[in-house]
């Protein structure tokens, strides 16, 4: 069939487009807007497959979704298009409110008036899957897993903003009866990853030999999932989850995030050694305001129903990424030559707006 997946210029996005083309025979449309963290290049294997197709559209374009819907007639929407970084979220939310909510809304919109007008047999096979977060449940204490039955509990404005869209995609499913279907997934880490999350920027610090910044006392936990692992699962809900189902994607490795660091600067100690090691770079800084303490998801459901494991241990992801980074320096500077450059994120309060 062919499938939009929208942000597919982006990090989990382009890996999923990268799998759907060269592991499945389905097309691909890939609806990106194209800000600071989509980037075309990740994609320049397929530009010209026959069964890839680009569009730099705005999710909250109602007009240019409409057009793509009518012109590509899609079996499936694969939902990833979103602002994710929650630093920024704190500096400046209204753009996460503008994506993750407004964009959300327009889409499964867009996709209802299409769906509306399909025959019968394409009406029922129609599928929209919503990509979210495990950032929506909250924070846990030391013990205990999110479930798909967990309460939501967003605590930064990006978390609030996907929890509202996780809403929106379940309502549009109850009231209006779209055949939707709802993720919510780990820490993803892997290639083609933005510099702005811990992974990336670790490494990226540490190959220059700049301090590698670690909030608070680094104890914060989170369960990391390779983005490989997690593509293969979201292909799998697509295809074979039930619709109205939520299904809880995580990589069953929880770590804290110095623990995180310390694994990066030991691979690297290894593949790219430097006198006295990496982690003398390890410095402590002021922590994120109203950091969560600590995520783990229950991926038992996905595992029980649809038969998705993760393949990839910490251990062997986390040598493939490092790996990666180090084979793919021109990508990383190519991502960051326009205003981000590595720096510190999130310290503000949150940035007023005039409606």
């Not at 030391?142 to 930064?156: R, W």
């Not at 109850?174 to 999350?197: A, D, I, M, R």
């Not at 110095?258 to 390890?282: F, M, N, S, W, Y």
Request: a negative charge.
């Amino acid at each position: 069939m062919k499938i939009i997946v929208t942000g597919g210029a982006g990090f989990i996005g382009s890996n999923l487009v990268r799998h759907l083309i060269a592991h499945t025979e389905h097309s691909v449309v890939n609806v990106d807007k194209l800000t600071y963290a989509g980037n075309l290049e990740s994609l320049d294997a397929f530009a010209d497959n026959a069964r890839y197709y680009f569009h730099q559209t705005d999710i909250t374009d109602t007009a240019a979704l409409q057009k793509i819907f009518r012109h590509h007639q899609p079996g499936a929407v694969m939902h990833l298009a979103a602002e994710s970084h929650v630093d920024r979220s704190i500096d400046g939310p209204a753009a996460f409110v503008q994506t993750n909510i407004t964009g959300t809304f327009t889409l499964l919109e867009a996709a209802r008036e299409f769906w509306n007008t399909l025959p019968a047999a394409k009406k029922e096979s129609f599928r929209f899957l919503h990509v979210s977060t495990d950032e929506v449940y909250g924070s846990l204490g030391p013990t205990g897993l999110f479930t798909e039955d967990t309460a939501y509990a967003p605590n930064s404005p990006y978390a609030a903003s996907k929890a509202a869209s996780d809403h929106m995609a379940r309502a549009w499913q109850h009231t209006y009866g779209l055949p939707v279907l709802v993720t919510n997934c780990s820490n993803n880490y892997g290639s083609h990853q933005f510099p702005e999350k811990l992974i990336p920027i670790a490494i990226l610090h540490a190959l220059r030999q700049k301090p590698i910044p670690v909030y608070g006392a680094g104890a914060n936990v989170r369960d990391w999932l390779h983005v490989e692992d997690h593509v293969r699962a979201l292909e799998t809900v697509l295809t074979r989850g039930r619709i109205g189902e939520t299904y809880n994607i995580g990589g069953h490795n929880e770590k804290t995030n110095l623990e995180v660091v310390t694994a990066i600067c030991t691979i690297l100690d290894r593949l790219a050694p430097v006198p006295g090691g990496h982690q003398k770079l390890i410095t402590f800084v002021p922590d994120r305001p109203g950091h969560d303490r600590r995520y783990a998801i229950d991926a038992a459901k996905i595992q029980r129903e649809l038969d998705w494991t993760p393949r990839e241990t910490f251990e062997t992801g986390l040598e493939k990424t490092v790996r990666w980074y180090l084979e793919n320096q021109d990508w990383c500077e190519h991502v960051m030559s326009g205003k981000y450059r590595l720096e510190r994120l999130g310290t503000a309060t949150g940035n007023p707006i005039t409606l």
